[in-house]
T-cell receptor
Framework: GENVEQHPSTLSVQEGDSAVIKCTYS??????FPWYKQELGKRPQLIID?????GEKKDQRIAVTLNKTAKHFSLHITETQPEDSAVYFC????????????FGTGTRLLVSP | ETGVTQTPRHLVMGMTNKKSLKCEQH?????MYWYKQSAKKPLELMFV???????ENNSVPSRFSPECPNSSHLFLHLHTLQPEDSALYLC?????????????FGSGTQLSVL
């Protein structure tokens, strides 16, 4: 089955710095890689996703890159702001499963003003 | 955002109690999910329902019993739980239940088992 590893588990940056969170996956057949953001006490929400036919996708200050050969994908946040502070989860669907997303363990990002 | 609503928000129960968690989605979706979120562990999928039919049971103990009377409502019936079952239980929905679909989560029920 799929195994998704996420690093780092915690990340502290100063406001304005960039933040990078990386995930590796084991199933080479995985073709969809979403990122969810969960603010303290709130529900997880999809912030960006990428499919295996593209290498990079951007949406304002966030971007996701995918390296299919190395089987890893990363979330990049530029010009971080305090409201970016949250737990970020990556996920990937395993081969042979219609609906099951396997999530990473999460990265707690703290942006200090 | 009130697309997926869960009640109650918090629940404390003893190991001999029976309680139920409720989820309702107002998005017209056809798939609904129960996830368990424990500290320092990945989100764990518990159950999936597509068009009211259970399509996945991720080896969940029988003390958790799901019910999906229609595409908009999902319940999780709890009985004789263990302290290690304490966690945040999240409901989610998606349009058709496909692998590449966005999940819409509820705010969760924080469950404490004493």
């Amino acid at each position: 089955g799929e195994n998704v590893e996420q690093h780092p588990s915690t990340l502290s940056v100063q406001e304005g710095d960039s933040a990078v969170i990386k995930c590796t996956y084991s199933d080479s057949a995985s073709n969809y890689f979403p990122w969810y953001k969960q603010e303290l006490g709130k529900r997880p929400q999809l912030i960006i996703d990428i499919r295996s036919n593209v290498g990079e996708k951007k949406d304002q200050r966030i971007a996701v890159t995918l390296n299919k050969t190395a089987k890893h994908f990363s979330l990049h946040i530029t010009e971080t702001q305090p409201e970016d502070s949250a737990v970020y989860f990556c996920a990937a669907p395993p081969k042979g499963s219609f609906q099951k997303l396997v999530f990473g363990t999460g990265t707690r990002l703290l942006v200090s003003p | 955002e009130t697309g997926v609503t869960q009640t109650p928000r918090h629940l404390v129960m003893g190991m001999t109690n029976k309680k139920s968690l409720k989820c309702e989605q107002h998005l017209g979706h056809n798939a609904m999910y129960w996830y368990k979120q424990s500290a320092k562990k990945p989100l764990e999928l518990m159950f999936v329902y597509n068009f009211k039919e259970q399509t996945e049971n991720n080896s969940v103990p029988s003390r958790f019993s799901p019910e999906c009377p229609n595409s908009s409502h999902l319940f999780l019936h709890l009985h004789t739980l263990q302290p290690e079952d304490s966690a945040l239980y999240l409901c989610a929905s998606s349009q058709e239940g496909g692998r590449n679909e966005k999940l819409f989560f509820g705010s969760g029920t924080q469950l404490s088992v004493l």
